[in-house]
């Protein structure tokens, strides 16, 4: 490993060092905690059926996030240290360590000098990627920028091998370890990456035959192609974004491609960029098809409010912005928050808006940066480079793999940039966000890159010290400022209260919930009711405080709360199942009999939460069976508890459900069944309390079986002691 590898690997991780310490956080808690996937409650094949939240990707409820490799990363976690959060964030931290290490060699085989440690060393410390690092859920743009980078090397590989030219007056001899150390400036990492793909041998030794250096390229040639593509396939299971690749690599062979032979090598160029297109188009087709006919995801207005606003000059002119904005970001990362959704970022209605000039700014730049690329790479084509020993026995053309042409290299940091974020851009389709600061860790990859030009260009203009100079400055800054926003992703509480000034009805919200949850029921109040001051419309903050209302003792507030929860969200299933659950305790039992029969009859095709609204839906049905029971109507208990049954999901807690099941039956003379159902409870909930004493309380009503209940009233009291 170089020394500038290893200093920026070290930078990537001493900065992110206080991470390790830190907690789930904000969706940890959906995508990992309550993740059946990843807790191995389901088999480990549905991780290709289901989407990164653990729905079924067809269903129509899916969020359509399709990341099996992320999950089957998250998993491995569980599987080895369970619901710890310290190895999940050991492994986002080595995660980004390495893809520190890979961004170096990327930027060392595309500029020469000092550039590649500088623009590195400003990614491995960047403050916008402390969302992808400190929060686990970010692990899928982890490892999606790992196989991209690792498909842009083998893609770079590819080309220089397919666009030597070899002497036929000299002969090579070709090894384990391939040809000379300069043919492989990539690194280690890709040599690695060759090495795993059984690319280390091509021929022995091959005097007296001129074909056969070309025979060895050839093989590499194809081999590297061939890496290219499945590593773009990894990176789009890891996260779908990472298909962009393609289009990078795509770029970077009209921009930089050998011209030695022009004929020749143009002939070569349109065959790779065919089979990139149609590599490109078959991974496409077959992550569209699983989605079956559910169509897009469906995504809430507070999500992203633009989306839903009806007048297009609203969308337009908004849209237009959000580039710039994240662009924003990159250059000046102090505004930082965990959630863009909202009106965190105000909807631009009018042209005369000031915003408007950052987006024509913008704009005339990528313009300007294409144009004059286009320009540089049409002019190299009228040129040939000097020939370069490869080894000691070979002449070969010199691959530009290590361009010099800063129009043409603008361009390609212009292309990694902006490609990568194009689908998530909301310009072509809208995603359920405004702005993420999670999506930035891949296009940052090309804003570094951009970086490392004009530090290059000061250092010609200035002389080396004073860049030298700044950037130490810059890495401090940013170093200190990526340290601070990773211990506010240490816990809920201070994630935020660090968006309290971003986004406050976003989080007032979630910080109601989580004082509410620690007890501290006054600030919860306060913090809760201060976000519906400043958006009245939240469903889920209606909710959490009919639920501290009704802890408090308010009943009648709280089911005021809770009326409320459904009128701004109908399909809300939690929010009719805990009024019902409260009217009942209250005695109003036909009113809830009523709210809990519309909450099992509720379409959960498009619900938030898929496996929240089925459990809610089941619980309804267990409610609704008790209320029946304790009015002595037994049959209908039972009716209910049976429904219940034909619609349990698989990750329902369902002792309870089967002890009261067996209960009613026995109400009801239906001994055997009455049986079945408790040893059901049992097998499902062997240290669960009450599943004894349910069970042994039914046989003690045999006298024959007395002491068959005896024993189980002792495991009872035997497992409640322990």
């Given at each position: 490993?170089?020394?500038?590898?290893?200093?920026?690997?070290?930078?990537?991780?001493?900065?992110?060092?206080?991470?390790?310490?830190?907690?789930?956080?904000?969706?940890?808690?959906?995508?990992?905690?309550?993740?059946?996937?990843?807790?191995?409650?389901?088999?480990?094949?549905?991780?290709?059926?289901?989407?990164?939240?653990?729905?079924?990707?067809?269903?129509?409820?899916?969020?359509?996030?399709?990341?099996?490799?992320?999950?089957?990363?998250?998993?491995l976690n569980h599987w080895t240290g369970g619901l710890d959060p310290k190895g999940y964030h050991v492994a986002n931290v080595l995660l980004h360590c390495a893809v520190t290490y890979l961004v170096y060699a990327v930027y060392r085989a595309l500029m020469?000098?000092?550039?590649?440690?500088?623009?590195?060393?400003?990614?491995?410390?960047?403050?916008?990627?402390?969302?992808?690092?400190?929060?686990?859920?970010?692990?899928?743009?982890?490892?999606?920028?790992?196989?991209?980078?690792?498909?842009?090397?083998?893609?770079?590989?590819?080309?220089?091998?397919?666009?030597?030219?070899?002497?036929?007056?000299?002969?090579?001899?070709?090894?384990?370890?391939?040809?000379?150390?300069?043919?492989?400036?990539?690194?280690?990492?890709?040599?690695?990456?060759?090495?795993?793909?059984?690319?280390?041998?091509?021929?022995?030794?091959?005097?007296?035959?001129?074909?056969?250096?070309?025979?060895?390229?050839?093989?590499?040639?194809?081999?590297?192609?061939?890496?290219?593509?499945?590593?773009?396939?990894?990176?789009?299971?890891?996260?779908?974004?990472?298909?962009?690749?393609?289009?990078?690599?795509?770029?970077?062979?009209?921009?930089?491609?050998?011209?030695?032979?022009?004929?020749?090598?143009?002939?070569?160029?349109?065959?790779?960029?065919?089979?990139?297109?149609?590599?490109?188009?078959?991974?496409?087709?077959?992550?569209?098809?699983?989605?079956?006919?559910?169509?897009?995801?469906?995504?809430?207005?507070?999500?992203?409010?633009?989306?839903?606003?009806?007048?297009?000059?609203?969308?337009?002119?908004?849209?237009?912005?959000?580039?710039?904005?994240?662009?924003?970001?990159?250059?000046?990362?102090?505004?930082?928050?965990?959630?863009?959704?909202?009106?965190?970022?105000?909807?631009?209605?009018?042209?005369?808006?000031?915003?408007?000039?950052?987006?024509?700014?913008?704009?005339?730049?990528?313009?300007?940066?294409?144009?004059?690329?286009?320009?540089?790479?049409?002019?190299?084509?009228?040129?040939?480079?000097?020939?370069?020993?490869?080894?000691?026995?070979?002449?070969?053309?010199?691959?530009?793999?290590?361009?010099?042409?800063?129009?043409?290299?603008?361009?390609?940091?212009?292309?990694?940039?902006?490609?990568?974020?194009?689908?998530?851009?909301?310009?072509?389709?809208?995603?359920?966000?405004?702005?993420?600061?999670?999506?930035?860790?891949?296009?940052?990859?090309?804003?570094?890159?951009?970086?490392?030009?004009?530090?290059?260009?000061?250092?010609?203009?200035?002389?080396?010290?004073?860049?030298?100079?700044?950037?130490?400055?810059?890495?401090?800054?940013?170093?200190?400022?990526?340290?601070?926003?990773?211990?506010?992703?240490?816990?809920?509480?201070?994630?935020?209260?660090?968006?309290?000034?971003?986004?406050?009805?976003?989080?007032?919200?979630?910080?109601?919930?989580?004082?509410?949850?620690?007890?501290?029921?006054?600030?919860?109040?306060?913090?809760?009711?201060?976000?519906?001051?400043?958006?009245?419309?939240?469903?889920?903050?209606?909710?959490?405080?009919?639920?501290?209302?009704?802890?408090?003792?308010?009943?009648?507030?709280?089911?005021?709360?809770?009326?409320?929860?459904?009128?701004?969200?109908?399909?809300?299933?939690?929010?009719?199942?805990?009024?019902?659950?409260?009217?009942?305790?209250?005695?109003?039992?036909?009113?809830?009999?009523?709210?809990?029969?519309?909450?099992?009859?509720?379409?959960?095709?498009?619900?938030?939460?898929?496996?929240?609204?089925?459990?809610?839906?089941?619980?309804?049905?267990?409610?609704?069976?008790?209320?029946?029971?304790?009015?002595?109507?037994?049959?209908?208990?039972?009716?209910?508890?049976?429904?219940?049954?034909?619609?349990?999901?698989?990750?329902?807690?369902?002792?309870?459900?089967?002890?009261?099941?067996?209960?009613?039956?026995?109400?009801?003379?239906?001994?055997?069944?009455?049986?079945?159902?408790?040893?059901?409870?049992?097998?499902?909930?062997?240290?669960?309390?009450?599943?004894?004493?349910?069970?042994?309380?039914?046989?003690?009503?045999?006298?024959?079986?007395?002491?068959?209940?005896?024993?189980?009233?002792?495991?009872?009291?035997?497992?409640?002691?322990?």
């Amino acid at each position: 490993m170089e020394t500038g590898s290893s200093a920026c690997v070290a930078l990537a991780f001493l900065v992110n060092y206080n991470t390790l310490k830190a907690g789930f956080v904000y969706d940890d808690s959906r995508a990992i905690v309550n993740n059946p996937d990843v807790t191995r409650a389901t088999p480990l094949t549905d991780i290709w059926t289901n989407d990164f939240w653990g729905t079924p990707i067809g269903s129509s409820s899916s969020h359509g996030s399709y990341r099996p490799l992320c999950v089957a990363s998250f998993r491995l976690n569980h599987w080895t240290g369970g619901l710890d959060p310290k190895g999940y964030h050991v492994a986002n931290v080595l995660l980004h360590c390495a893809v520190t290490y890979l961004v170096y060699a990327v930027y060392r085989a595309l500029m020469p000098g000092r550039r590649p440690a500088a623009a590195a060393a400003v990614f491995a410390v960047h403050p916008v990627h402390a969302e992808a690092v400190a929060g686990v859920v970010g692990r899928a743009d982890l490892l999606a920028c790992l196989f991209y980078l690792a498909a842009f090397l083998c893609y770079t590989a590819h080309v220089r091998h397919r666009d030597r030219t070899p002497d036929p007056r000299r002969r090579v001899v070709c090894c384990d370890a391939g040809c000379h150390r300069r043919t492989y400036r990539l690194g280690s990492a890709v040599r690695t990456v060759f090495a795993a793909l059984g690319l280390g041998t091509c021929s022995s030794d091959l005097d007296g035959l001129p074909g056969g250096v070309t025979e060895c390229c050839a093989v590499r040639e194809w081999a590297c192609l061939v890496a290219t593509v499945l590593m773009a396939a990894a990176s789009m299971l890891a996260k779908e974004t990472g298909l962009t690749v393609l289009a990078v690599c795509a770029v970077y062979d009209v921009l930089f491609a050998s011209k030695q032979s022009p004929n020749k090598n143009s002939r070569g160029m349109y065959r790779t960029l065919m089979i990139l297109s149609g590599a490109a188009a078959g991974l496409l087709f077959a992550r569209i098809s699983l989605m079956g006919d559910s169509g897009p995801p469906v995504f809430a207005a507070a999500d992203n409010p633009t989306a839903k606003s009806p007048s297009l000059v609203t969308r337009t002119l908004t849209f237009l912005y959000l580039p710039a904005e994240n662009f924003r970001l990159l250059v000046y990362p102090r505004k930082l928050s965990f959630d863009w959704s909202m009106d965190a970022v105000t909807p631009i209605t009018s042209i005369y808006d000031p915003r408007n000039a950052l987006s024509i700014a913008l704009y005339v730049a990528l313009f300007a940066a294409a144009r004059r690329s286009a320009v540089a790479s049409s002019r190299a084509r009228l040129h040939h480079y000097r020939p370069h020993r490869c080894c000691a026995k070979t002449k070969y053309d010199r691959p530009a793999d290590l361009p010099d042409d800063p129009a043409r290299a603008i361009g390609l940091a212009v292309a990694m940039t902006a490609i990568p974020f194009v689908p998530v851009s909301n310009l072509f389709f809208y995603v359920g966000f405004v702005l993420a600061e999670r999506v930035l860790y891949m296009p940052s990859v090309g804003y570094c890159f951009m970086f490392g030009y004009g530090y290059t260009a000061l250092e010609r203009r200035l002389g080396p010290k004073w860049p030298r100079m700044g950037l130490i400055v810059l890495l401090i800054v940013y170093g200190a400022r990526t340290i601070i926003r990773n211990n506010d992703w240490q816990d809920d509480e201070s994630l935020y209260r660090s968006g309290l000034h971003i986004n406050p009805p976003k989080a007032y919200g979630n910080l109601g919930s989580i004082l509410s949850s620690q007890g501290r029921l006054d600030e919860a109040e306060t913090a809760l009711r201060t976000a519906l001051q400043y958006r009245p419309n939240m469903a889920d903050v209606h909710y959490n405080l009919g639920n501290l209302l009704r802890e408090k003792g308010d009943t009648e507030a709280a089911v005021s709360s809770y009326k409320n929860a459904i009128m701004y969200r109908p399909s809300l299933a939690v929010a009719y199942l805990n009024m019902g659950q409260l009217l009942a305790t209250m005695g109003r039992c036909e009113e809830a009999e009523s709210v809990l029969k519309l909450c099992i009859s509720l379409d959960g095709s498009y619900s938030k939460d898929p496996m929240n609204h089925e459990t809610s839906r089941v619980s309804a049905l267990v409610t609704l069976g008790k209320l029946h029971a304790d009015r002595g109507r037994h049959l209908d208990a039972v009716q209910a508890y049976k429904h219940a049954v034909t619609i349990l999901p698989p990750y329902y807690n369902s002792r309870v459900l089967f002890s009261l099941y067996g209960d009613a039956l026995a109400q009801l003379n239906r001994h055997k069944e009455a049986e079945m159902w408790h040893k059901a409870a049992l097998e499902v909930g062997p240290d669960h309390v009450p599943a004894h004493l349910s069970y042994g309380k039914w046989l003690a009503k045999n006298r024959t079986r007395i002491h068959e209940a005896e024993n189980w009233f002792l495991r009872a009291k035997k497992i409640g002691s322990r």
